[in-house]
């Protein structure tokens, strides 16, 4: 992982109380993490850091856009995203960081890197099945969408192929009733 030096939060040297930290977030940010499913990205983060004298608590919010390509048509396109998190810091005897919502750090330490927390904010917030918006409301014309709307098969026509002339006769003794 390359150097991530603008994401840490030296905390030690921060009075009691809120404090406010914002992050503009590009491609670039992703390469750090070797992270590539984006042809762009802009994402603003706002983190909101609460010190207090035995804990920290930090809340991220992250609102933007990544453009992503469509997984029916693959076509490109800007996918708004938007996600919070909360996180608690707990002071320790050892680092721990299997539990999602807390954080221990060792005591004796005096800044802390949110960038892993910032990049799993953002990647989770991207939903599994990304679905261009033109396809929804039809707005959307691809050479792909055209050749699959001419071999659909109709529905209707199927139907009316594939009911048996016996059927019909069998259908007309219950109506002669």
Known sequence: ???TKEYLIPF???????HHFEYQINNAFFEIFDYNEYQDSNIKVNLVLEKTNTLLELNLKHKGTVNVPCDLTSEDFDLPIKGKMKLIV????????DNEELLIL????FEID???YIYELIVLSVPL????PGIKDGSLKTEALTKLNELKINEENKKEEDIDP???????????K
């Open 1 to 3: 992982m390359k150097n």
């Open 12 to 18: 030690a040297g921060l009075k009691l109380g809120k």
């Open 90 to 97: 707990r002071f320790g005897e050892e680092f721990n960081n």
């Open 106 to 109: 060792p005591h004796g330490e």
């Open 114 to 116: 949110v960038a892993q």
């Open 129 to 132: 099945r990304r679905v261009h």
């Open 166 to 176: 016996r059927w019909d006769k069998l259908k007309k003794l219950l109506t002669d």
